[in-house]
């Protein structure tokens, strides 16, 4: 019985091992503008990206905060780096990932509660802006004024394309995860995403790719992965994730987080 379950567990891996293999998956140090540029110009099939906006903590002025106070002190090895999202960079990085996207493609940017006021306003200069999705994530985390407990996503289109179903809500109600890097984001919501728009061998990307999360969720669903992060430490993490998952299929960070 034990003997059968490994020969199982081989033969899957096995099978996983042959299947990403096919899989072209590009992780880069870079900043997400010199990244974009980097890429062959109309090649991308759908951009998925959760950026790190500094809005929000800039407004509402938490310097001594819990998160803020994180973000903002020196040699912290537990935060990130912002994005300076004003809006010329914003508007930078909008026009360079319509660049390197295909002439009839999609675009998902996540926001939080501020930068959807400030910033995101601004994705209707580039994209056809469609609609905007509800992250419902199910258990609330902190907040003064009313606990959050969501987050948005823009979704857009440079050009004409149609979603693969006309039967999707606009509301997504997926589990937060214990996160192992901040502000890590379930795979399972960036497979909501390029499920949407894509089929198997697309060329999905994002530019501030994190732990690896839009990575895993583009193997997952058998599409070619451009990723980058400006963070040497997202960036060892998340070839270290996809290295793992492309060999063993195992998650390291969502199935056994606690060990890494
Ligand atoms: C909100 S996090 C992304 C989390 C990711 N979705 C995940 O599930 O792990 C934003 C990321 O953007 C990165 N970042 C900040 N400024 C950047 C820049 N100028 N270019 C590229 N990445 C940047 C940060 O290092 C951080 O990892």
Redesign the pocket.
């Known amino acids: 019985m034990h003997g059968d379950y490994v020969q199982g567990a081989l033969a899957q891996t096995t099978l996983l091992k042959g299947q990403y293999d096919q899989l072209t998956v590009q992780i880069e140090h ?6 974009l540029k980097s890429l062959e110009k109309s090649s991308i099939d759908v951009l998925i ?5 500094s809005g929000m903590n800039n407004y509402l002025k938490l310097g001594s905060g819990r998160i803020v106070g994180k973000y903002q002190s020196e040699n912290n090895q537990d935060w ?5 999202d004003t809006e010329e ?1 914003y508007l930078a ?1 909008l026009k360079t990932a319509y660049d390197v996207m295909k002439e009839n493609s999609h675009i998902y940017i ?1 926001f939080d509660s501020f930068s959807l006021l400030t910033l995101a306003p601004l994705v209707r200069k580039v994209f056809h802006v469609k609609n905007v999705i509800a992250w419902d994530k199910v258990n609330m985390g902190m907040g003064h004024y009313f606990r959050r407990r969501h987050e948005f996503i823009i979704f857009a289109t440079k050009g004409n394309k149609k979603l693969l179903s006309r039967s999707i809500p606009d509301v997504w109600s997926i589990k937060r995860i214990r ?1 192992n ?7 399972e919501l ?1 497979q909501k995403m390029i499920n949407a728009s894509v089929t198997e061998g697309a060329n999905v990307c ?9 990575a895993i969720a583009a193997l997952k669903s058998k599409c070619n992965f451009f990723g ?4 040497t ?2 960036h060892k993490l ?1 070839q270290k994730r996809v290295k793992i998952f492309k060999e063993k299929g195992i998650d390291m ?1 969502e199935n056994h987080g606690k060990n890494f």
């Not at 870079?30 to 990244?35: A, K, P, Q």
């Not at 890097?181 to 795979?187: A, D, G, I, S």
């Open positions: 870079l900043d997400c503008i010199s990244f990206t959760d950026p790190a906006y990130f780096e912002e994005f300076k960079n990085f996540m996160a890097y901040p502000t890590q984001k379930p795979v960036f994002d530019p501030f790719l994190g732990s690896g999360s839009s980058a992060d400006i963070s430490k997202a998340s960070l």
